[in-house]
């Protein structure tokens, strides 16, 4: 891997290499908690309207998802 030092591309060293990929794990990790997030939220909405069209009560985190 390389880096642009202000007048030249120069390679990165161990250590920068090994925070790069640090930083790209924390961010995979980041975005799977935020796809996982979204996956939820949108099956406790289903889950919502499932019950609403049955006629079933809902529970209180189904009726907070409801937006009038």
Not at 19 to 43: N, P, T
Request: hydrophobic share 40%; net charge negative; aromatic share 2%.
């Amino acid at each position: 891997m390389r880096k642009y030092n202000g007048t030249e591309s120069v390679e990165c060293t161990a250590e920068e290499k090994a925070k790069h990929e640090e930083i790209l794990a924390q961010d995979k990790v980041q975005a799977d908690a935020l796809e996982q997030s979204i996956a939820d939220e949108q099956a406790l909405k289903d889950s919502a309207k499932a019950k609403l069209i049955a006629g079933e009560a809902l529970t209180e985190a189904e009726a907070n998802t409801i937006v009038l």
